[in-house]
């Protein structure tokens, strides 16, 4: 069966730090470009960041940018969302997802889309 599986969501203060992994059975993840999305409580979901398969290139959206990063090793198993800086708005479910914006930085070759963890900024 393929499926992504996201880990690492928690209860964070703000301005704390989170890692998320985003890990893969039966999809080879090196050969994709990996995207990350969220979807808050009442609002749509949202395309948050992407990385290439070569590594070479990234993308976030600007409510992330400057401090969210994504990273893996070479063989993009795990994948991670490290966040830092987190605020209350971050709050969120948070997905291993399709890269937003497809053929803007990254490409959507695949639909397919973890089960999802919460991610909770509160003090």
């Known amino acids: 069966q393929v499926q992504l599986v996201e880990s690492g969501g928690g209860l964070v203060q703000p301005g704390g730090s989170l890692r998320l992994s985003c890990t893969s059975s039966?999809?080879?993840?090196?050969?994709?470009?990996i995207g990350w999305s969220r979807q808050a409580p009442g609002k749509e979901r949202e395309g948050i960041a992407c990385i290439t398969t070569n590594y070479r290139s990234t993308y976030f959206a600007d409510s992330v940018k400057g401090r969210f990063t994504v990273s893996s090793d070479k063989s993009k198993n795990p994948v991670y969302l490290q966040m830092n800086n987190l605020k209350p708005e971050d709050t969120a479910v948070y997905y291993c997802a399709p890269p937003p914006l497809d053929g803007l930085v990254c490409k959507a070759d695949y639909d397919l889309w973890g089960q999802g963890t919460q991610v909770t900024v509160s003090s």
């Open positions: 039966g999809l080879t993840l090196e050969y994709y470009d």
